[in-house]
């Protein structure tokens, strides 16, 4: 097989090994936004509850990482929503509840992408095999 011809399937088997880390990579990041997804759709369940609750009714309150705590509410009407950069603001439970709504449509939205960018790399690996396939068997035949 001519020096030319070893280079080209050289370079093809790196970009089909580059489109297999970009996949394991865009997976990674799927699951990740799928883990915060869950945990703003058990943000908005707790919400959807709150607004089932009367104040002074004890609850138990989430300090985050499994920790708990008991308390009493004394305010049904108003949470704190974290805003971003460790800002946090007062918010109504149903502007909190479309906050919410919001990261979780701009988390499917990503997702989305991600899922495009995972089938384009499958696409690139399919018409990448083919091609190296018969450069092997070229190479098989030259010996």
């Not at 509850?49 to 004394?74: C, D, P, R, W, Y």
């Not at 989305?112 to 396939?133: G, R, T």
Request: glycine share 4%.
């Amino acid at each position: 097989m001519p020096e030319q011809d070893q280079k080209e399937m050289q370079q093809k088997v790196q970009k089909y090994q580059q489109l297999q880390q970009q996949m394991q990579t865009f997976e990674q990041y799927k699951e990740q936004i799928e883990a915060e997804r869950e945990k703003l759709e058990e943000t908005k369940k707790s919400l959807e509850e709150l607004e089932n609750t009367e104040k002074g009714q004890e609850m138990l309150f989430s300090l985050g990482s499994g920790a708990h705590v008991i308390g009493e509410l004394k305010d049904d009407s108003k949470v704190l929503v974290d805003l971003g950069a460790d800002v946090h603001a007062k918010k109504e439970v149903s502007e909190a509840q479309r906050l919410i709504d919001n990261r979780i449509d701009k988390i499917d939205d990503t997702k989305q992408e991600i899922n495009e960018n995972i089938d384009k790399a499958q696409e690139e690996m399919q018409d990448i095999v083919p091609e190296i396939q018969k450069m092997q068997q070229m190479q098989n035949t030259d010996q």
